[in-house]
């Protein structure tokens, strides 16, 4: 294999990315997208060196963050100068840095969704504090009836009416400066429809509806929000909904991030299909039976909903699966099938991780494979000390 070439002088386990899938996903994900600029979403990358890469590109602008922490952190490294943190933050140490470094306050942009959000801010800062720039977050769950709660559950902002409201709370107030609306819709943008059997049809039927009832309620709030000011930008999407969230005349981009890098649990969408780009590699240290063999470590599962879904997936030599009575262990990981009669200790199993971003909390380094040979050797978020939760 390729892979198992290009890493001939490294011991497994061991993380690479693989450039050109890498390459080739962000154009599809510029393709898709139809000329609305994408921000790329950093949890889903946690690696400066492949941040930079795609920033690089044309239809790419701009990062979506998960910490005020670590935009300051990418502030500071010269990664981009325009900033957005997804979720709101509670953090003093690092909002008394924003607020002292002028730099970092026109580049980066909390997330608030309600007053609480602002007096986290004034409380931190005191009074007189100088002016942080705020995007209001819309919560873009489906509710088709009462009780019903389809997506995930963030902001408490639902309806055109709240939205307005809050942006006239947070334009009134001194210290803050409203620029921007974001709105995630995870029911669309992270839930495959091309498993298979009749929960696909269900899936694509609530995708649909969901995506135009949040057309119409989106449109209303952007415009009850921009009668109180003018908004720099309207952020919506998620690697899996690009395509209904660009039809959406109210968005000015679109987030995404785990696209780049192809994990698991993005193998199973009607509208793209990535390449896997990111995969690691465990050896075989173990032949407990013919077709069985044993790997050091792996137990590598992705956060969420407890479940198979969430397990790391073995990718090369093809035709070996997990074993369900272990799956995924702390310290060793059986995998069984006819590939598995030829591995010798030593040789390599690629895996695919189940998301994308969590793989770099488990490895320190990424090895940037092009073709045959491994082209650099760059550190992870976890390699450069930091780790923000």
Not at 128 to 144: F, I, K, Q, T, Y
Not at 176 to 182: A, E, S, T, Y
Not at 212 to 232: F, G, K, P, S
Not at 354 to 374: M, N, P, Q
Request: proline fraction near 7%; hydrophobic fraction near 45%; charge should be positive.
């Amino acid at each position: 294999m390729t892979y198992d070439v290009a890493t001939k002088d490294l011991d497994p386990p061991l993380a690479i990315v693989d450039l050109a899938a890498f390459d080739a996903n962000a154009a599809d994900l510029v393709r898709r997208a139809g000329g609305v600029p994408l921000r790329v979403v950093s949890k889903s990358v946690r690696c400066r060196a492949l941040l930079e890469r795609v920033l690089a590109r044309p239809g790419f602008s701009g990062v979506l963050a998960y910490s005020l922490a670590e935009a300051l952190w990418l502030f500071h490294h010269g990664t981009s100068d325009d900033i957005v943190i997804a979720y709101p933050t509670v953090d003093h140490e690092a909002l008394r840095a924003l607020a002292a470094d002028p730099g970092a306050r026109a580049a980066i942009t909390l997330m608030v969704d309600s007053t609480e959000h602002l007096d986290v801010v004034d409380d931190a800062l005191g009074p007189g504090h100088p002016d942080v720039r705020v995007c209001l977050e819309l919560d873009a769950s489906w509710r088709p009836l009462p009780g019903v709660h389809i997506g995930t559950r963030r902001s408490p902002v639902f309806t055109p009416r709240q939205a307005g409201a809050l942006a006239r709370t947070i334009v009134a107030r001194p210290g803050f400066r409203l620029v921007g609306m974001m709105a995630y819709e995870g029911q669309i943008a992270g839930v495959p429809d091309a498993e298979g059997g009749v929960r696909d049809r269900l899936v694509r039927l609530v995708q649909r509806r969901s995506a135009a009832e949040l057309a119409r309620r989106r449109a209303a709030a952007v415009a009850e929000v921009r009668a109180v000011t003018e908004l720099e930008f309207v952020n919506g999407g998620g690697t899996g909904s690009i395509e209904s969230t660009r039809a959406d005349g109210a968005v000015t981009e679109i987030a995404a991030g785990s696209g780049l890098l192809g994990p698991r649990l993005f193998a199973g969408y009607s509208r793209f299909s990535p390449r896997p780009a990111a995969l690691f590699a465990l050896p075989v240290v173990h032949r407990p039976a013919r077709g069985i063999v044993t790997l050091f470590s792996g137990g590598f599962v992705a956060s969420g909903q407890p479940g198979p879904s969430r397990l790391p997936c073995p990718h090369l030599p093809s035709g070996l699966r997990l074993l369900r009575v272990e799956g995924a262990g702390e310290v060793q990981t059986p995998v069984a099938g006819r590939a598995a009669r030829s591995l010798r200790l030593g040789d390599r199993v690629w895996f695919r991780h189940a998301k994308a971003g969590e793989l770099a909390e488990r490895f320190t380094e990424y090895h940037l494979v092009s073709g045959d040979r491994i082209e650099r050797t760059v550190p992870t978020y976890r390699g450069e000390g930091r780790s923000f939760g």
